[in-house]
Nanobody, 121 residues
Framework: QVQLVESGGGLVQAGESMRLSCSAS????????MAWFRQVPGKKRDLLAR???????YYADSVKGRFTISRDNTKNTVSLEMNSLKPEDTARYFC???????????????WGQGTQVTVSS
C-alpha cells in the first residue's frame, strides 16, 4: 500500500501563488504516475495535472499555464506550484498516485486526505 501526506493549502488572495506538496511512503515501487485533483462540494473530483515517472506532464485546460507539477523521485514527493490563483480555484486539492497496468490501464493506488485552498477576490 501507498500512503500520501499533503502539505500546503490555506487562504490566499486572487493573483497570488501557493505551493502544495505531497509525500508518498509505503509501496513506492508500484507508483508510475503522480497527480493532483481538486473537488468542490457537490461536484466530481477533477484531474488538474499528472506527471509520469520520467517527467512527462499533462494539465487540464483550466490550469494550463498557471500550475506546474513536479516530482522528486529520490524523495518520493510531488508538488503543485499554483500561480495567478483565481477565486474559482477554491477547492479541496488531493494528491493521487497511479500504476499503469498493461492489461487494465490506470489503477489508482492511493489518495491523500486533501488540503483546502481558498482564493479570495
Amino acid at each position: 500500500q501507498v500512503q500520501l501526506v499533503e502539505s500546503g493549502g490555506g487562504l490566499v488572495q486572487a493573483g497570488e501563488s501557493m505551493r502544495l506538496s505531497c509525500s508518498a511512503s509505503g509501496s513506492i515501487a508500484d507508483v508510475d504516475d503522480m497527480a493532483w485533483f481538486r473537488q468542490v462540494p457537490g461536484k466530481k473530483r477533477d484531474l488538474l495535472a499528472r506527471i509520469t515517472w520520467d517527467g512527462k506532464t499533462y494539465y487540464a485546460d483550466s490550469v494550463k499555464g498557471r500550475f506546474t507539477i513536479s516530482r522528486d523521485n529520490t524523495k518520493n514527493t510531488v508538488s503543485l506550484e499554483m500561480n495567478s490563483l483565481k477565486p474559482e480555484d477554491t477547492a479541496r486539492y488531493f494528491c493521487n498516485v497511479q500504476r499503469q497496468s498493461p492489461t487494465i490501464g490506470t489503477v489508482n493506488l492511493a489518495w491523500g486526505q486533501g488540503t483546502q485552498v481558498t482564493v479570495s477576490s
